[in-house]
């Protein structure tokens, strides 16, 4: 089984930075290891539906970012510690919202949330004016 714990929400003031962590743990006996996932951060305000905000391939080097976060947020992997990590830089309150993140083992890996097969339980990132 995947289970998945994001880490790191806070509030915060506009232009300020939160940097998230999520974990992703698997059976030792499993077919798959943390690091054959693609993996994303998705967010959604209640009400509203859920958006991805970034993902990263198995090569840690593919990235891609919604053109909302793009030069201000930062996604990144160590597959060693099964960890993924999302650097959120200027933040502004319209990135306030919950923040999940996500993995799945489909050959494409895309930001739509509906491709993701294990999510977290998310974390609370509040930036006020």
């Known amino acids: 089984q995947v289970q998945l714990a994001e880490s790191g929400g806070g509030s915060v003031q506009a232009g300020g930075s939160l940097r998230l962590s999520c974990v992703i743990s698997?059976?030792?006996?499993?077919?798959?290891?943390?690091?054959?996932?693609?993996m994303g951060w998705f967010r959604q305000v209640p009400g509203k539906e859920r958006e991805g905000v970034a993902r990263?391939?198995?090569?840690?080097?593919?990235?891609n970012y919604a053109n909302s976060v793009k030069g201000r947020f930062t996604i990144s992997r160590d597959n060693a510690k099964d960890t993924l990590f999302l650097q959120m830089n200027n933040l502004k309150p319209e990135d306030t919202a919950m923040y999940y993140c996500a993995a799945h083992r489909s050959s494409l890996c895309t930001i739509y949330p509906t491709w993701y097969e294990y999510w977290g339980m998310g974390t609370q990132v509040t930036v006020s004016s």
């Open positions: 698997t059976d030792t006996s499993a077919r798959f290891t943390g690091s054959d996932y693609c």
């Open positions: 990263i391939n198995l090569n840690p080097g593919d990235t």
